[in-house]
């Protein structure tokens, strides 16, 4: 069976791209959650109508004959499921953010470089959680605790800051789940002990329904954006001027934005292509938007390598070991980046056409 193209609603007006499950399976549990049965009411006005009510809380296994037909039968598939403690429990996750934590596992996007195939287990089925409450009330207990980037001279105004893209892309959810939505009011309204922060990137553009939320500025949106050259590994997402529009949309309604620049690859007239993009944001942002910036240069490591050729096995993507660094990291698991010449080439002319184009944002990070 052939890798699907990504599957998507009836599209006519050029609106934002909005992913449709071919099949959706709802554990008991999920079903008995108020906002599992929001879901499923969103589902069916999507049009989604195979939805399998289960039994009990296993998933039934959908592995196919080889890891592309497990690829393609898992990334149709969404899943309603509640989330087991140890899942929802915040986790510390530098440099994004002090804590992370879930609104869903998996993503309906095709990116032949995602750093999911490294980090989830098993099919990469979309997992959306039901007990959407009782992940936002595990919150309270970390506000305040001196997370890892909240010390820092570019985020101390920011509290305690939540990351809640470590393991989805919520954004490409949103139209199905209304969780990105629920959860933003939250952080807006919810009485917290000390200030805090809600972040998420995405490669999505639907925001109609966050423009008029009570945020309170408590929520930073960024978008993931790229060049050419890399923007065709990215199947089923928003194409970059959407997203950048839709950041532009956000800034105006008050949302603290963000551009995650990311992976950043040394492309064929790699200065020309970045240079243009930058340009291309700053034309879409109004000039008085807090704006930050993060710089993540491609990586991957035995096992997402591994993964990621089994689930794209015609990738152009560049995964030579022969040509990377390795690195140690967390727990002493290697990742292969680009070699010291090449990161500094990269790192100094950023940093540099940062500064001249983008004057106004804040910069947080180079990894
Ligand atoms: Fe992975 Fe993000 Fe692409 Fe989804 S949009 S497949 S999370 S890189």
Redesign the pocket.
């Known amino acids: 069976m052939a890798t699907s193209a990504p599957t998507s609603l009836p599209n006519p007006t050029r609106g934002p791209v909005l992913w449709a499950p071919r099949h959706v399976l709802v554990t008991a549990s999920a079903q008995a959650e108020p906002h599992g049965q929001a879901i499923l009411e969103r589902l069916a006005a999507a049009g989604v109508s195979d939805v399998r009510l289960l039994s009990g809380d296993r998933l039934p296994p959908l592995r196919g004959k080889d890891d592309r037909e497990t690829y393609a039968r898992a990334k149709r598939t969404l899943a309603v499921v509640t989330s087991a403690a140890s899942k929802r429990r915040p986790t510390p996750i530098p440099p994004s953010a002090d804590f992370s934590f879930p609104l869903a596992e998996g993503?309906p996007?095709?990116?032949q470089y995602?750093y999911?195939a490294g980090s989830l287990t098993g099919p990469p089925i979309t997992r959306v959680y039901a007990d959407l409450p009782r992940i936002l009330a595990g919150l309270d207990e970390v506000v305040g605790t001196g997370g890892v980037t909240s010390g820092t001279e570019a985020r101390g105004h920011e509290g305690t800051t939540f990351e809640a893209s470590c393991y989805?892309?919520p954004l490409?959810l949103e139209h199905v789940t209304g969780s990105l939505a629920a959860t933003v009011a939250h952080f807006g309204t919810h009485d917290w002990a000390g200030p805090v922060q809600l972040r998420l990137t995405t490669?999505y553009d639907d925001v109609d329904g966050l423009l008029d939320l009570p945020h309170h500025g408590r929520t930073r949106v960024r978008t993931s954006v790229n060049v050419g050259g890399v923007e065709r590994f990215?199947g089923g997402?928003a194409r970059v001027p959407a997203r950048l529009r839709a950041l532009g949309r956000l800034a105006r309604a008050g949302y603290p934005v963000g551009l995650t620049i990311a992976p950043i690859m040394p492309v064929d007239d790699w200065r020309t292509a970045y240079g243009d993009l930058l340009d291309a944001a700053a034309a879409e942002l109004p000039a008085d938007a807090d704006l930050t910036v993060e710089c993540i240069t491609h990586r991957f490591t035995p096992k997402s390598k591994d993964v990621q050729l089994g689930w794209y096995p015609a990738t152009k993507l560049d995964l030579d070991e022969s040509t990377r660094s390795r690195k140690h990291g967390k727990f002493g698991a290697v990742k292969y980046v680009y070699d010291r010449d090449t990161m500094r080439e990269l790192r100094g002319w950023f940093e540099g056409v940062l500064a001249e184009r983008l004057p106004a944002a804040r910069y947080l990070y180079w990894t």
């Open positions: 993503c996007g095709h990116c995602c999911l989805t892309d490409a490669k990215e997402t």
